[in-house]
């Protein structure tokens, strides 16, 4: 059963540009978590889908920040209009469930410089 | 959720066990005590969780104090696999329309550093 799959692991952008990250949880996973985790710092709950829907998005930016997770295909986290504080690793996890017996698998993070 | 207090940073010599402490006064009946740890440049990974009994398994042992308001992450042999940071956190359960999930805030954890 292959883990948590994010890509791509690194990503380069120049300010003003769209920054797109990829999330495959794991198989039998409906449930997923984004996190940000800037230089320094530990990680930060930005939103959770389950599948076509958004639960929890408190922990998103205002603006150029959007999520989804279509019926078919991973979850994306869009970025638009990327600035240098965009900058950060993003990772993904995925539960079975969303109980809190249920622990989240996170997978290995994608890394966005924006340059 | 309730805030949690970590040292910064610990070393252990290999071989040796590691006690990382880790502060919840604010803890509430039902929230859950979980410990993640990330290793550089890794995901986080799951290690253990507990309520109000100690827990064991493959990986390490949590002892949680009578008051809920500390708990202990005990490594018993550590080894150079062990460095990272590690992360306590305490889970608040949240009621929405779908039901309960996980909303999981991360500290800045301890740095553990193992020493050959």
């Known amino acids: 059963n292959a883990g948590v799959m994010q890509n791509p692991r690194h990503l380069v952008r120049r300010r003003g540009q769209e920054a797109r990250l990829r999330c495959s949880p794991m198989?039998?996973?409906?449930?997923v978590y984004w996190y940000r985790q800037l230089p320094e710092e530990g990680l930060k709950f930005m939103v959770y889908?389950?599948?076509?829907?958004?639960?929890?998005e408190s922990g998103m930016p205002k603006e150029r920040f959007s999520a989804e997770f279509p019926k078919e295909g991973p979850s994306i986290l869009r970025i638009q209009q990327v600035v240098r504080g965009d900058s950060a690793a993003y990772f993904c996890?995925?539960?079975?469930?969303?109980?809190?017996?249920?622990?989240?698998?996170f997978g290995p993070g994608t890394r966005l410089t924006v340059l | 959720d309730a805030k949690t207090t970590q040292p910064p940073s610990m070393d252990c010599a290999e071989g040796r066990a590691a006690n990382l402490p880790c502060n919840h006064s604010t803890i509430s009946g039902n929230e859950y005590v979980y410990w993640y740890r990330q290793i550089h440049s890794q995901g986080p990974q799951y290690i253990i969780h507990?309520?109000?009994n100690n827990e064991t398994n493959e990986m390490a042992s949590l002892i949680i104090t009578e008051d809920r308001k500390s708990s202990t992450l005990i490594l018993p042999h550590a080894t150079l696999r062990d460095t990272a940071v590690y992360y306590c956190?305490?889970?608040?359960?949240?009621?929405?329309?779908?039901?309960?999930?996980?909303?999981?805030?991360f500290g800045t954890g301890t740095k553990l550093q193992v020493i050959p």
């Open positions: 956190i305490v889970r608040l359960r949240l009621f929405m329309n779908s039901g309960g999930y996980q909303k999981v805030t």
């Open positions: 996890a995925s539960s079975v469930y969303g109980s809190i017996d249920n622990e989240q698998f």
């Open positions: 198989k039998g996973h409906s449930h």
């Open positions: 507990g309520l109000k």
């Open positions: 889908l389950q599948k076509e829907n958004i639960i929890d």
